[in-house]
Nanobody, 122 residues
Framework: QVQLVESGGGLVQPGGSLRLSCAAS????????MRWYRQAPGKERELVAA???????TYADSVKGRFTISRDNVKNTVYLQMNSLKPEDTAVYYC????????????????WGQGTQVTVSS
């Protein structure tokens, strides 16, 4: 069974940094686009950053210049380096990915991780 497992969340002071990781495990053929979303209390889930299979990246305006998304295709892992963190970055961060489960099936299946809490506070 395929799973996405996030790690790296925690409590950090404003201006600090954190790096989130999300590893895909289980039987799969390839990974297409990988994304990070976040959801703050009382707010809708929003897309933070995305990276395609060809490593093209996109970012929400609120994190441009502060966050960097990257991927390691050997480890089936996506990262989110978060610098200059602000209190408004506090949220549960979720990994999301489009996976191709086998060579014989071209259909992509979308998966979510369980989420990791990021709290920015002094």
């Amino acid at each position: 069974q395929v799973q996405l497992v996030e790690s790296g969340g925690g409590l950090v002071q404003p201006g600090g940094s954190l790096r989130l990781s999300c590893a895909a495990s289980g039987s799969l053929f390839s990974i297409n686009t990988m994304r990070w979303y976040r959801q703050a209390p009382g707010k809708e889930r929003e897309l933070v950053a995305a990276i395609t299979g060809g490593s093209t990246t996109t970012y929400a305006d609120s994190v441009k210049g502060r966050f960097t998304i990257s991927r390691d295709n050997v480890k089936n892992t996506v990262y989110l380096q978060m610098n200059s963190l602000k209190p408004e970055d506090t949220a549960v961060y979720y990994c999301n990915a489009d996976l191709r489960l086998s060579r014989s099936i071209e259909l992509l299946t979308n998966y979510w991780g369980q989420g990791t809490q990021v709290t920015v506070s002094s």
